[in-house]
């Protein structure tokens, strides 16, 4: 028996959820990355259910790409974070608030 | 013609213009001479117009000056129309412009801005020319409103005094009233007949309506007592009398105050298609003649009697005009321009010679000291009161013998005004010229003097066409007169039965009986006495309390709603929304201003507010 | 080469990937040690990895476990470690107001409502695709993948090669320490 499709898709949107709350939630700047972590492999499982579904291989490929992109976002976001908050005690975001109105 | 007729209209503005140009420089004699000179020159073109017209056959004439508006259906020209009326108001308007122009050289001798005077006076008597000479209601209103305009300059002369700069305000207010309903008339006939053009008019006036042919009477009427000083529009000109003495000869006495009368003559084709607009011009002329004629019965101010005297006379002119007798009221509108610019320029060389006094109470036994201004002064005063054989006495016994014709009771009222006429002014020359002097005071103890000759000339003109004035119109001369001489521009009115030729002497015998019963009335009460609480009211005086009542139901509301306007709407209503316009909008951004808070959480948090938003208008999209 | 003759219940498989996934993400959202949470996350990939390969994804899921779980958290924890925040965080208050309300408001929306969305287009409304071959299992997967990334998708492959450089560069550049500037390279 084939587990549907669907049920895929609702993880993959709980998933998504969880991890947007996470990233509206905590304050700490790391934990907000593994956040964003979360939601882009939410969308990754999108993908591949699609592409089983529909016996289509492109959305594979996009998963790989994803994964490129998201491995490079990293990289660049982790090299900011620490040229950030070197100097800094904590990695509370909402000590960046320079651009208050 | 054509040429003739465009220089009688110019030669005032030409004067006017060269006087502006270049009246600086120029002396008050080189002024005078001018100023004069021009209006003479008008005069003596109008007399070469008027042989010319009676030697043209058609006994009209349109001489066209430009095109002016030429918009959708609405055609009107830059036009005049020389015809019998036409012409014979120019012959007065200029011949008396022009003795009182000389007449003003002697009287306003070293008033400051003589040149301003003499310069109002000329463009006046442009204007009044333009608006007697329009071959169309749009002309004729530019002229309207022109001596409108004149004649508050000319009222509020001696500006720096409050009573005379409120006297012009409130003459040119009251005139503007009056000119709605020249403009509603306008609009009313152009939406019947699509023309303004008093030709086309009077051809279309046939087709119209009694509706509203009854409502353009009305409106014209409206216009005529703004203009012509009647009820309800009249108080404006005893006040105007602050103005110089030769402006109330010409402009108040002969001039402009009988454009209105002109105008109703002038649309009597209208009117003739309006027996209801005819019978309310009647019932407003009688009435205010007699009105008129009471207040003039208590008034001290020489020059406010004659005031009063010409909203009287002049309502007998509409009244004739109301019962459909066009030619008298054009013919006692002549006698009275000659008789009371005569009165009035006699009460201004009196007041001359006194050194400014107006009050009648200060006056007295001026007759010997004034060989001149008293013999053409009683001939004014003759004439006025009906006396034969002056003009007076056949122009209002024209208008009297029409209106019994027609309506037995305004013949009434007519007589008894006569009666009053009589007395008032015969109590004017007994205070004035007779009885005991009591002037001495104004004069420091000299007697007065005669005027010069610049200002005794135009009396003894006047007085002489006072004398002969009759003739123009003698009730026997059926073909040599006025009458027959307007008839065919005049509108028609039904006929009625004219009075015998016996009739006629009994009404003729009526006017004289009721003038001397007043003329001896008066000599017997006033010749000893100079107040009288018998024969005087504070009623009269205050001229049946009229401004009062004006300013309780018109003025004092306005000024509160001003005062309204000014302490209420203004602050807190007009600058209240544009104040709080920017009152809004600085509170709106400084609460849009707590979004930008600095934390990105929480414009995180605002975007994914905002995908919320979109999924649930695409769920709801596709249930 | 992942056999796949085993018979476990697709079922099975799927609740496992579920919970670990779930797990994991609650985890990552609620340890207050960003060390702990670190942990957390590797869990959760774990979980996608098991539900790629219950979706034929083989290769998708040996990337996953390599580069995801194995380069990406590893990085985190370097950075954690580097940063010297590996001490547990307080997390009771919040000084945003209303930010947790908010925020719980809106996810719980979004989630419901694309759930209804999908629920209401018969969870997969495409075509199935007739152009391809259905989706093969092991190495035929790898196959597939590859022949797809390297034809049809080159232009993508290439520009996410640039990109890579491009990132390695710029967080070396990001990460150097500051230097104090000499004289000479004011002027210059």
């Known amino acids: 028996m084939n587990v549907p499709a669907a049920w895929y898709l609702i993880l993959a949107a709980l998933l998504f959820g969880v991890g947007a709350f996470g990233l509206l939630t905590r304050r700490s700047v790391l934990i907000m990355f593994m956040c964003l972590e979360l939601m882009l492999n939410a969308v990754n499982l999108t993908f591949v259910t699609f592409s089983r579904s529909l016996s289509d291989i492109a959305g594979q490929a996009s998963v790989f790409f994803v994964m490129v992109v998201a491995a490079a976002e990293v990289t660049v976001g982790l090299g900011i974070v620490v040229a950030v908050f070197r100097q800094r005690a904590s990695t509370s975001v909402d000590e960046l608030s320079g651009l208050k109105g | 013609m054509a040429h003739v007729a465009t220089l009688i209209l110019l030669m005032p503005l030409v004067g006017y213009l060269f006087v502006l140009a270049n009246g600086k420089g120029l002396s008050e004699r080189a002024i005078g001479v001018v100023a004069t000179g021009v209006v003479a020159l008008s005069f003596v073109l109008t007399v070469v117009a008027f042989f010319l017209l009676l030697g043209h056959s058609d006994r009209e004439m349109t001489v066209h000056l430009f095109n002016w508006i030429s918009v959708g259906s609405l055609h009107v020209n830059a036009a005049l129309l020389v015809d019998p009326l036409s012409i014979t108001m120019c012959l007065f308007v200029t011949g008396i412009s022009a003795l009182i122009h000389l007449y003003s050289i002697g009287y306003m001798k070293g008033e400051k801005d003589f040149r301003k005077f003499f310069l109002y006076l000329n463009l006046f008597v442009f204007s009044m020319l333009l608006l007697v000479l329009a071959n169309n209601l749009l002309v004729t209103f530019v002229g309207w409103e022109g001596v409108g305009v004149c004649s508050y300059w000319l009222v509020s002369y001696y500006f720096d005094r409050d009573s005379a700069a409120s006297a012009g305000k409130k003459a040119f207010l009251y005139n503007r009233v009056g000119d709605i309903g020249l403009l509603i008339a306008m609009f009313l006939l152009f939406h019947a007949t699509h023309t303004l053009n008093y030709l086309g008019i009077f051809h279309a006036a046939g087709t119209l309506s009694p509706t509203v042919a009854t409502l353009t009477v009305l409106a014209l009427l409206l216009a005529a007592t703004g203009k012509s000083a009647q009820i309800p529009l009249f108080n404006w000109l005893p006040d105007a009398m602050e103005g110089p003495t030769p402006v109330s000869a010409l402009i108040h006495a002969a001039t402009m105050v009988t454009a209105g009368v002109f105008l109703l003559v002038r649309m009597s084709p209208v009117l003739a298609m309006s027996p209801d607009g005819r019978a309310t011009i009647a019932v407003i002329g009688g009435v205010t003649a007699f009105v008129a004629a009471t207040i003039a019965t208590s008034q001290k101010d020489i020059k406010k009697v004659l005031a009063f005297s010409t909203v009287s006379q002049i309502g007998y002119m509409v009244l004739a005009v109301g019962v459909g007798a066009y030619s008298a009221a054009i013919f006692l509108m002549i006698a009275h321009a000659f008789f009371k610019a005569l009165l009035f320029l006699g009460s201004g060389s009196v007041i001359h010679s006194l050194n400014g006094e107006q009050d009648m109470r200060k006056m007295g036994g001026l007759a010997k000291y004034l060989p001149l201004t008293f013999p053409t002064f009683l001939i004014g005063w003759l004439t006025i009161s009906g006396i034969p054989p002056f003009a007076g006495f056949f122009a209002k016994g024209d208008v009297l ?67 002969l004035g009759g003739l123009i119109n003698l009730p026997w001369a059926h073909g040599r007169s006025l009458a027959e001489f307007l008839n065919p521009v ?67 509301p306005l000024t509160e709603v001003a005062v309204f306007s000014d302490e209420v709407i203004e602050p807190k209503v007009i600058d209240g929304a544009v104040t709080g316009i920017a009152v809004a909008t600085r509170n709106s951004a400084e609460g849009l201003r707590k979004l930008q808070s600095g934390f990105a959480r929480q414009y995180a948090l605002a975007m994914v507010l905002g995908f919320a938003v979109i999924i649930v208008y695409l769920v709801a999209r596709v249930h | 080469m992942i056999a796949s003759t085993y018979a476990v219940p697709a079922i099975l498989v799927f609740v496992t990937s579920a919970l670990l996934i779930l797990v994991g993400a609650v985890g990552v959202i609620t340890v207050k040690n960003p060390v702990h949470a670190a942990i957390s996350l590797i869990m959760t990939l774990f979980g996608v990895a098991v539900a790629f390969i219950a979706q034929s994804a083989d290769f998708l899921a040996a990337v996953q476990v390599i580069v995801y779980a194995g380069a990406i958290v590893v990085l985190f924890l370097f950075v954690i470690m580097f940063l010297g925040v590996d001490r547990p965080t307080r997390m009771n208050v919040e000084p945003l107001v209303g930010q947790r309300s908010f925020a719980a408001v809106g996810v719980v929306i979004t989630v419901a409502g694309l759930i209804t969305l999908m629920a209401s287009s018969h969870w997969v409304s495409g075509a199935k695709s007739v152009s391809g071959h259905p989706l093969a299992r092991g190495s035929e997967n790898v196959k597939q993948l590859g022949t797809a990334v390297f034809t049809t998708y080159l232009f993508a492959f290439e520009a996410t090669s640039a990109l890579l450089i491009i990132a390695v560069v710029g967080a070396v550049l990001l990460a150097r320490r500051e230097r104090a500037s000499t004289p000479e390279e004011v002027n210059a």
């Open chain 2, 401 to 467: 013998t029409n209106v019994f014709e027609h309506n037995k009771p305004l013949w009434v009222l007519g007589i008894v005004t006569a009666i009053l006429t009589a007395y008032y002014m015969s109590r004017l020359f007994v205070l004035t010229f007779r009885g005991t002097e009591r002037f001495r005071e104004d004069t420091h103890g000299h007697d007065p003097h005669e005027s010069p000759w610049v200002m005794t000339l135009p009396l003894v003109v006047l007085a002489v066409l006072s004398i």
């Open chain 2, 490 to 556: 005049l509108g028609y009115v039904p006929h009625v039965a004219a009075a015998s030729t016996a009739a006629q002497w009994g009404l003729a015998a009526v006017d004289v009986a009721a003038a001397v019963f007043g003329l001896l009335a008066a000599f017997s009460i006033w010749r000893n006495i100079t107040e009288s609480s018998r024969y005087e009211s504070s009623f009269l005086e205050h001229v049946w309390h009229w401004d009062d009542f004006y300013d309780a139901t018109i003025g004092r």
